[in-house]
Nanobody, 123 residues
Framework: VQLQASGGGLVQAGGSLRLSCADS????????MGWFRQAPGKEREFVAT????????YVADSVTGRFTISRDRVKNTVYLQMNSLKPEDTAVYYC?????????????????WGRGTLVTVSS
């Protein structure tokens, strides 16, 4: 598994971005996947997760109703659609592949991490 996140950038509050996470080795199709974020001066936190087949998804309470996770197993890519962005969503966003096939909110259950992509939301 080799993950690369992309799609970050600068956006005004209320705007949208879609992050992508591609597995260049195409070996994560049977893994649960997740998105986490780390804001300046804060610990990394869970954002969203999806099971291997997409049947189960969970998002953090702070992004419920605004963020959606999805995946394309053929393309070995996971997406995070972020709508109604707020300044407090500003962070480096990381994608990760889990050790198992299910969706998980728990960081230690993720074995592979990509380099993050920076999302900045201006007020």
């Amino acid at each position: 598994v080799q993950l690369q996140a992309s799609g970050g950038g600068l956006v005004q509050a209320g705007g949208s971005l879609r992050l992508s996470c591609a597995d260049s080795r195409r070996t994560s199709s049977n893994n649960g996947m997740g998105w986490f974020r780390q804001a300046p001066g804060k610990e990394r936190e869970f954002v969203a997760t999806i099971s291997w087949n997409g049947d189960n998804t969970y998002v953090a309470d702070s992004v419920t109703g605004r963020f959606t996770i999805s995946r394309d197993r053929v393309k070995n890519t996971v997406y995070l659609q972020m709508n109604s962005l707020k300044p407090e969503d500003t962070a480096v966003y990381y994608c990760a592949a889990g050790r198992r096939s299910g969706a998980s909110r728990v960081m230690r259950e993720y074995a592979y991490w990509g380099r993050g992509t920076l999302v900045t939301v201006s007020s």
